[in-house]
T-cell receptor, first 114, second 111 residues
């Protein structure tokens, strides 16, 4: 069964450092998403991406964040200068088409900012 | 208006019992309502979803009831099992775009 994969599973970084979180969406999916979940809290939308551009972003997704699809398979989230409050689980998701609704989530990357 | 409210925050049910989790929304543009199940350390996994043109959808032991006029929907887990112990999130979206998640319900099913 196809699945969304994410690497690394856990990333520890110092405050102010740049991190790149990587995702490989399901191969025939065209829409990609990043969500985050602060420990014990709800899942929050960050950004959606289609046709090599951002479709929609939340107020959380400020200038510190960027997304990219550098090749045909990877989808990355970059945080330029991490802050303590960026510590969270980051989930990548993909869907075949937004109208179908189903978004499939990866296992997440736990980001710890020290 | 983008909020999705969810209750209860936590739920303890005996094995074989019925687990009921409720959600409410405000945005009438929402047209897709999924439920996700999340185990510790894992990503959310789609459990069941409904669109507002039907009032109920059943898949195995899981049923979504949808009340469009009240802007409420609920998840019923029949014959709850210890393996169902997880956190359940309701969500809503418009045109399948970004999901707005509820705060989650931690379900514990006692053996």
């Amino acid at each position: 069964e196809p699945e969304v994969t994410q690497t690394p599973s856990h990333q520890v970084t110092q405050m102010g450092q740049e991190v790149i979180l990587r995702c490989v969406p399901i191969s025939n999916h065209l829409y990609f998403y990043w969500y985050r979940q602060i420990l014990g809290q709800k899942v929050e939308f960050l950004v959606s991406f289609y046709n090599n551009e951002i479709s929609e972003k939340s107020e959380i997704f400020d200038d510190q964040f960027s997304v990219e699809r550098p090749d045909g398979s990877n989808f990355t989230l970059k945080i330029r200068s991490t802050k303590l409050e960026d510590s969270a689980m980051y989930f990548c998701a993909s869907s075949e088409a937004p109208g179908r609704g189903e978004q499939f989530f990866g296992p997440g990357t736990r980001l710890t900012v020290l | 208006q983008q909020q999705v409210k969810q209750s209860p925050q936590s739920l303890i049910v005996q094995k074989g019992g019925i687990s009921i989790i409720n959600c409410a929304y405000e945005n009438t543009a929402f047209d897709y309502f999924p439920w996700y199940q999340q185990f510790p350390g894992k990503g959310p996994a789609l459990l069941i979803a409904i669109r507002p043109d039907v009032s109920e959808k059943k898949e195995g032991r899981f049923t979504i009831s949808f009340n469009k006029s009240a802007k409420q929907f609920s998840l019923h887990i029949m014959d709850s099992q210890p393996g169902d112990s997880a956190t359940y999130f309701c969500a809503a979206s418009s045109r399948g775009q970004n999901f707005v998640f509820g705060p989650g319900t931690r379900l514990s099913v006692l053996p």
